[in-house]
């Protein structure tokens, strides 16, 4: 098994920027690719990145590409997703998320575990 807790969400003002934290407990983080995603109300569940279990392959979506940027820390058991120029449509709730087997990716029905989220909310 393995427990997610999403941490750093706030209230900031469009522009700024702010660092989501995940860290992981339980089995073989190190060896799991992790992702982040959000919602919206009233909307789905949106992929935001993905990094490897190694960290050198990552992905973004178009919406965030150039102005987040996800990484990890193994030794802490720890994913980060660093947001720069946040607008006001990147409000929403953040969702970290593992895989059991296989790499990085977009899709939410890959991924086995998720942490409760936090919320992020950009004021105009």
């Known amino acids: 098994q393995v427990q997610l807790v999403e941490s750093g969400g706030r209230l900031v003002q469009a522009g700024g920027s702010l660092r989501l934290s995940c860290a992981a407990s339980g089995r073989a983080f190190s060896s799991r690719a992790m992702g982040w995603f959000r919602q919206a109300p009233g909307k789905g569940r949106e992929f935001v990145a993905s990094i490897s279990w190694s960290g050198g392959i990552t992905d973004y979506a178009d919406s965030v590409k150039g102005r987040f940027t996800i990484s990890r820390d193994n030794a802490k058991n720890t994913v980060y997703l660093q947001m720069g120029s946040l607008k006001p449509e990147d409000t929403a709730v953040y969702y970290c998320?593992?895989?059991?087997?296989?790499?990085?990716?977009?899709?939410?029905?890959?991924?086995?575990?998720w942490g409760q989220g936090t919320q992020v909310t950009v004021s105009s």
């Open positions: 998320a593992a895989r059991k087997i296989g790499g990085g990716s977009r899709w939410y029905d890959d991924y086995d575990y």
